[in-house]
């Protein structure tokens, strides 16, 4: 799953969705029910991210109804199994057949470059909830994005790390689009305000283990190590950290919060104990909008919320706004035009959409992992505002 291989999957589904995408997008609007085609990873390694971003979709129309503007919403959830051609046969068919106004979801990058295409083709608006490479949203002018980039959460955390006793670090990334671009955002951070980058580990999607990478970042000898990994797998990179004893040598662990995701942190024992990460969204946000989600969304699926379900909760509320905003005209091209520059208090703080790259500007925030009332959470202690995606 290198780069070459993401950008390839795209350009297959062009050709078949050319001409019948048009036609269907073209009869959408016209409809009085306005379908939206959530597309997500809901079985296999990546489940969990589709089960959140599900949930928060199902919890935002249950709180806000399903009528906008006159038309009725309609919710159609997919399972890609987390593989892109799946992910281009769906839309295809989603856009074809069902004749959806909206495409959303997109777990990871490869999936939503699958489908950059259609949306292109089609006219239709595609709203990435989860998927964090920078170029995503470069793919087609008819991408918006409402979870977050790696480089937007990633270069305040190599600014932080210079002014707290951080000045060598060894980088371990996943070896695929967000984690390069987690490495060289860090990097470049980190490297211009004095710190030095000892070595840049990368670990293959497939099948990864982490020993071997962990070993070889402690025999180096840094003040600290920064991890990005897809959500759900920071598990086990936690689990080998504390059996190789880095910490007991004085190496932190600092990242992005994909590693102690929300979803997953309770299991990762004490061993998380501390660890820092810089992100847009945490469970343990102090907010009144927060602490009602975190509460409803338990109550409802009896999970705690995470980045990735703010990303689909998000991304239904930038999809009703535009639908108000066009008086429930769902024509693709007016629907994205409403969606560029809407801006918001979401539960993770002020959100926009920058109306020129169709990215979000949110705040990023530098998070410890503390106990609290015998659980584990991302506890907030400091706040970069209004970050643009890099």
Partial sequence: MNRRHLLAAPLIAAAAVTSLGLVASAGAYAQQT??????????????STGRQIEGMAKLYMAQNGNMVAGKKVELI??????????TKRIAQELVVNEKVSVLAGFGLTPLALA???????????????????QMITAQSP?????????????????????????????????????GLDAEKSFKE???????EVLAELRVPMANPEFAPFLQRAKDAKPDALFVFVPSGIGSAVMKQFGERDLAKDGIRLIGTGDVTDDDILNGMGDVALGVVTSFHYSAAHNSPENKKLVEEFKKATGMR????????????????QALKKTNGDADGT??????????????RGPVSIDPETRDIT?????????RVNGELFNVEFATINNVKAR
Wanted: charged fraction near 15%.
């Fill in 189 to 195: 951070a980190f490297t211009k305000a004095g710190g």
């Fill in 362 to 370: 949110q705040n990023v925030y530098i998070r410890k992992v503390e």
């Fill in 34 to 47: 306005v379908k939206i085609g959530l597309i997500l990873p809901m079985t296999g390694p990546f489940a």
């Fill in 77 to 86: 959830v997919k399972d890609d199994t987390g593989v892109a051609d799946v």
């Fill in 142 to 178: 008819y991408i918006v994005r409402t979870g977050f980039t790696l480089p937007q959460v990633a270069a305040p955390m190599g600014e932080w790390a210079t002014k707290n006793g951080i000045k060598k670090v060894v980088t371990l990334v996943s070896d695929y689009g967000p």
């Fill in 305 to 320: 919320a995470s980045f990735h379900g703010v990303g689909g909760y998000d991304g239904m509320h930038l999809i009703y």
């Fill in 334 to 347: 007016k629907l994205l035009e409403a969606m560029k520059g809407q801006s918001w208090t979401s539960p």
């Fill in 115 to 133: 489908t950059a295409p259609i949306a292109t083709q089609a006219k239709i608006p595609t709203v990435v909830m989860a998927a964090a490479t």
